[in-house]
């Protein structure tokens, strides 16, 4: 059996259907134990005091904020190649969900910085990315919006995604290149000698597990909607004609 | 020259029209025609590539078709024989005299395309045709606006190029006066709505 | 209660702004999700009744 | 192809085609620059190469909806779509018409513009090299935009939300690069990324630009 | 009246109708900003009320076109001359509508966009209350440069050119006043002035904004 | 209800049509027609008063006369109830029903007008007469696009307009069907070019 099977309207809603409630079950619980483990039982750091405790949303909103527009982009090259409508349905289902997430990194960073660096914002390159992934997100949602026929929609879309990517990838560099960073540098490498401690460790790998599958029922969830918005188009329209 | 099999049509993602074949041999042309909403703009669209289909194929000449839809194409501050010209030189034809002169445009020419009247920007509109120098014509009612007089002038025009073993596909709603000329009602070939199965979330997508 | 020190403001504040955020992701999802179910119920209903 | 070229040239020169116009723009946003952050002349040194890239910016902006909404209003698009020309050379010829009526005038004026704002000497020929490296990537890139937004009526505010992200990398570039010169530091490497820059936009982007089209007008 | 009043916002909360486009706009125009001048904190927070005025002035340019070019495009502003409405009330009731859609998210939006550019802390509510005063001119002055050019396709940069020299007394005292109020100097007298350019303006120029329609449409 | 005295028209700064003059009682239509390009829209417009006219005076109906051109002023974004809506409320008229029931607009009522196509768009421009309570209709060319079926329905509508006291003046290239309908023909109105005098720049100045 091919994996595009699921690509099928009618067999993504069966699926779905049995899959969201424990996706959803599990991304409660898991989000709940990582954000209640880290706010109320993990110790001040000795440098940032209280304030590690941010970490927790910050970080999983970060890498969820930059993973989702990549999983845009697969999504939207799949529909590209394939022309399966769930896929174009999904990216446009997830956009919103990276547009909080990088909303939320933004403002859980510069509510970070005030202490840390004294001032709510600095120019720099990994902020300043992040901005940047803030207007591709609005861009891509706002052309989602002005077109009115789905398909053109969803084609358009996908190749503003694409082209989009390239570019935002050469931001980054850019950015880089403009000004150098006040910004932490990865903490989560596989090099254990560099990795924060075990008690910031763990609480944080629950939170972002409970990112992940919160994105993954809201994706399905939303998916649900997107379809069961063309199936009622398509139905008013079909009621007109006749 | 023109063949179209088993042809079904969309728009804003319904079927229109389904179920249509068409052949078109060379010196024949063939009106299309139907009630307002029907689909035949649609269906000339699909003929000319500029939409594909949804379902049968269509086949042109390997020069491709010359299209003139409801709107003319004219820019408003070229004159006449500029935008003429212009086209002639896409389409790589060496003159525009002999559209001047089926269109009866000379007395315009070095008018800009704004200070036309209704009916002589559509004469504008149709002269592109005689520069593009495609046998296949696809023709959205061209005779809108268009006073007695250019209508015969615009028949007379057909006549020729049929005579010349041109072939064209027109919708229109007025009677151009073209005798020994085919006709298609569209209203057989509306795309019937089937009724919705329940979770047939599938019939969603076209 | 947890001990927040001198930034306690700085944290509630931040863990009040996301929770805020994703609860309207949450809760707009949701409705949105409920009010199209709504409408595609009530249009097949009806399409099924005229035939 | 050299005849549409030619007709969007002579659009651009006839009344209201907006030849200059962005050249004007160009020169109220300096001028106008002054009153909004104040007349200090360090100050203003110090901002000069980056309002010059601005303003051009803004001014390609602005002209941008003229390369493909005009021509599918009245029609022309559809008509070009099924004419014996490839889609990708159209769009690679308007934003190359596009560049000529407005990038190039925009690079011959800046070094003038940068008197107004007291840009440092060395700052003039950096100013215009990078304006002419940069400004073809701006009306390639805005020609995709122009070609995604092109059967919405009006599409000119939501095509600069889809472009300006675009020219982020373009502007930081082009504006490193008048920034070191103006200062007299080395400007080799950002003059470089933003030639490729230019190079690999003009190389990719009229192909989707044209998939754009074709969607467009389906 | 009211009718038209919501017919316009309709339109400009549908698909394609613009609403928020000129806010994004504003946010990337301040964005870009540190991209061109480069990132010293100080040098932005002395240019950042300069810098947020001719954002919200550019942001409301942008949407001018729309104000009556669509309009007459379609016919409707033939068929509004012909309709038992005083014209120059289409003009104000138009002109709100502009202001309603762009001008006052723009004053909402605009102290977030201050932190960016590192706006000084007493300069945010001068801020604000500089643009809440000075942005209803800015629709008034623009509807009037619309009016001036509704006839001519894509008008929009010369409109652009036409009415940003109207927009410099506007920029000016409101710049001032967001300046003076971010340095914490006394800005009781731009401020006056700003809100009698607004007053008066929105007093006389709807009168000529008809008479140009009137004279366009013939 | 309507009357023009000695009325001469301009276009671009030429006199296009002069020496015209017109009586419509209410209960009667007038029908201009003359060959593309001799004045029609121009006339019109002139009489709706969106331009001065060159010379003479034209006296409308107190509340004025409702005018549908070439462009039918319908809003692509609303849908076909909203357009018509507003400019119901905008005359102050209470309900659209009538209106879409002349034109026969129900069923494409919650649609947005750029899912129309050309006729049915066109009858939308047509059904805002209907809301305007305006006597006297200028109408020009109304019929561009419509089907045979429409085109009957727009007669009717005139027809009833007239029986209750309304009057029409309509520029029409198509027979619309309508009996014992004056007639005008435009061509015995065309404006001279008077010889230019040696020196005369007054002319120059209509
Ligand atoms: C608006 C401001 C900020 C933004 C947009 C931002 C953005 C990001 C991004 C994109 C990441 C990378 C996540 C990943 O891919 O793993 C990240 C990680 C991180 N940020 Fe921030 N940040 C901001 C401010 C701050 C501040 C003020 C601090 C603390 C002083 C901070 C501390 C961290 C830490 C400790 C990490 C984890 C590093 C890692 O795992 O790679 N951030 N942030
Ligand atoms: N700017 C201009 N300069 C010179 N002549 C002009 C200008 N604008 C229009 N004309 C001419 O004025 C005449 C009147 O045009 P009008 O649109 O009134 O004609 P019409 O009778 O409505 O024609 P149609 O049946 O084609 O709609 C036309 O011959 C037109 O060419
Ligand atoms: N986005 C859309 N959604 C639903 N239906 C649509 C949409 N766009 C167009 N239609 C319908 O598709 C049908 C076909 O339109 P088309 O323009 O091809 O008709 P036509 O035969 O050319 O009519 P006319 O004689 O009026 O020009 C029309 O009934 C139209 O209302
Ligand atoms: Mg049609
Ligand atoms: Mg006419």
Redesign the interface.
């Known amino acids: 059996m091919s994996i595009w099977e699921y690509a099928n309207p009618k067999r993504f809603m069966q699926t779905s259907g049995h899959v969201l409630p424990w996706v959803s079950g599990l991304a409660v619980l898991s989000l709940a134990t990582g954000l209640v483990w880290g706010f109320f039982f993990t110790p001040e750091d000795y440098k940032q005091g209280s304030t590690v405790k941010i970490i927790y949303l910050h970080v999983p909103a970060a890498m969820l904020a930059i993973n989702i527009w990549a999983m845009m982009l697969v999504t939207s090259l799949v529909w590209l190649i394939r022309r399966h409508h769930v896929s174009a349905l999904a990216a446009k289902a997830a956009a919103p969900i990276g547009l909080t997430m990088t909303l939320i990194a933004l403002f859980t960073g510069a509510i970070w910085g005030q202490p840390m660096w004294g001032t709510w914002w600095a120019w720099d390159p990994r902020l300043t990315a992040f901005l940047i992934l803030f207007l591709f997100y609005l861009g891509y949602l706002a052309l989602w919006e002005a077109i009115d026929n789905p398909d053109t929609a969803a084609d358009l879309t996908a190749v503003l995604c694409l082209v989009g990517s390239v570019f935002a990838v050469l931001s980054r560099y850019a950015v880089n290149f403009w000004n150098q960073g006040l910004h932490q540098g990865a903490t989560l490498s596989l090099d254990k000698e560099e990795n924060i401690a075990d008690v910031f460790y763990i609480p944080l790998l629950i939170s972002i597990a409970g990112f992940v599958l919160g994105f993954v029922a809201l994706l399905l969830l939303r998916t649900r909607t997107e379809i069961r918005a063309r199936r009622l188009k398509a139905l008013q329209a079909r009621e007109r004609m006749a | 020259m023109l063949t179209a099999r088993d042809l079904a049509v969309q728009r804003g993602g319904l079927p229109v029209l389904a179920g249509l074949s068409i052949t078109l041999p060379p010196g024949q042309a063939l009106v299309l025609t139907g009630p307002n909403g029907i689909g035949k703009t649609t269906l000339l669209r699909t003929v000319a590539g500029l939409q594909p289909p949804l379902h049968g194929s269509v086949t042109l000449p390997p020069e491709g078709a010359a299209y003139a839809g409801h709107a003319d194409g004219a820019k408003a501050t070229l004159t006449v024989a500029e935008n003429l010209g212009f086209w002639a030189r896409i389409y790589g034809t060496a003159t525009i005299e002999p559209a001047l002169e089926a269109m009866d445009l000379r007395a315009l020419r070095d008018r800009p395309a704004q200070s036309l009247s209704a009916g002589q920007r559509r004469r504008l509109g149709l002269a592109r045709l005689f520069v593009t120098g495609r046998r296949l014509w696809l023709l959205d009612e061209p005779t809108v606006s268009l006073d007695a007089a250019s209508v015969a002038r615009f028949a007379a025009a057909i006549r020729a190029h049929l005579a010349e073993g041109g072939a064209a596909l027109l919708a229109s709603h007025v009677d151009l006066g073209l005798d020994r000329i085919a006709t298609l009602d569209l209203a057989r070939f509306r795309a019937a709505p089937s009724a919705p199965a329940p979770g047939g979330f599938d019939e969603a997508f076209a | 209660m947890v001990e927040l020190g001198k930034y306690a403001g700085v944290v509630l504040a931040a863990y009040g702004v996301s929770l805020l955020l994703l609860a309207g992701l949450v809760g707009l999802t949701l409705w949105q999700g409920a009010r199209t179910r709504r409408a595609l119920d009530a249009q097949e209903r009806r399409m099924a009744q005229d035939g | 192809m050299?005849?549409?070229l030619?007709?969007d040239l002579?659009?651009a020169m006839?009344?209201?085609?907006?030849f200059g116009?962005?050249l004007?723009?160009f020169l109220?946003?300096t001028v106008?620059?002054p009153?909004?952050?104040?007349p200090e002349g360090t100050?203003l040194a110090?901002?000069a190469?980056?309002?010059l890239?601005?303003g051009a910016?803004?001014a390609c902006l602005?002209?941008l909806?003229?390369i493909f909404?005009?021509d599918h209003?009245?029609?022309?698009l559809?008509?070009?779509?099924?004419?014996?020309?490839p889609l990708e050379g159209v769009v690679a010829v308007k934003a190359c018409a596009h560049w000529l009526t407005t990038g190039l005038p925009l690079t011959l004026a800046a070094p003038a513009l940068g008197l107004l704002l007291n840009l440092p000497g060395p700052g003039y020929g950096w100013l215009t090299l990078s304006l002419a490296a940069g400004t073809p990537a701006l009306s390639v890139i805005g020609a995709?935009g122009a070609a995604?937004?092109v059967?919405?009526?009006?599409?000119?505010?939501?095509l600069?939300?889809?472009v300006?992200?675009?020219?982020?990398?373009t502007?930081?570039?082009g504006?490193?690069v008048a920034?070191r010169g103006a200062e007299g530091l080395a400007t080799a490497?950002?003059f470089l990324?933003l030639a490729g820059?230019s190079a690999g936009t003009l190389a990719l982007?009229p192909f989707?630009a044209a998939?754009?089209i074709r969607?467009?007008?389906?």
């Open positions: 050299i005849a549409l030619i007709r002579r659009l006839r009344a209201g085609g907006g116009l962005g004007a723009f109220i946003v106008l620059v009153f909004g952050v104040g100050l110090r901002v190469p980056g309002v890239w601005l910016l803004l602005l002209s909806d003229r909404a005009l209003e009245d029609g022309s559809d008509l070009l779509a099924t004419a014996p020309v995709f995604l937004t059967g919405l009526k009006r599409g000119g505010l939501l600069s939300l889809l300006l992200p675009l020219y982020v990398p502007l930081i570039f504006a490193e920034r490497t950002p990324l820059i982007l989707a998939a754009a969607i467009n007008l389906r």
